[in-house]
């Protein structure tokens, strides 16, 4: 599977931004995905994660009620709505395909992975 992550760019906080993840190659519909970040200087961290069906949705306490994850199957396309963006969203955000079905908050809990987009907000 090869991920291609976009979307990124400069906003003022309190700004929107959608990422998408364009899935080729072996199909990831059967396997749950989500979205990653790294900050400067700091460790990856979970966003969100979404299921192989969309009927479960995971997210980071940090994010919840300003992010939406979601998937278009027709398209192999996994998507981040951002809204009301903050100064600490600024990160490299990357998508991954899972292991298994389920929504999973872990990294390891993951196989292949994008190249990230980097995400920047201005305060």
């Known amino acids: 599977v090869q991920l291609q992550a976009s979307g990124g760019g400069l906003v003022q906080a309190g700004g929107s931004l959608r990422l998408s993840c364009a899935a080729s190659?072996?199909?990831?519909?059967?396997?749950?995905m989500g979205w990653f970040r790294q900050a400067p200087g700091k460790e990856r961290e979970f966003v969100a994660g979404?299921?192989?069906?969309?009927?479960?949705?995971l997210y980071a306490d940090s994010v919840k009620g300003r992010f939406t994850i979601s998937r278009d199957y027709a398209k192999n396309t996994m998507y981040l709505q951002m809204n009301s963006l903050k100064f600490e969203d600024t990160a490299v955000y990357f998508c991954a395909v899972g292991l298994r079905p389920v929504a999973s908050s872990s990294s390891s809990g993951y196989r292949y992975w994008g190249q990230g987009t980097l995400v920047t907000v201005s305060s």
């Open positions: 190659g072996r199909t990831s519909s059967n396997n749950g």
């Open positions: 979404i299921s192989w069906n969309g009927g479960n949705t």
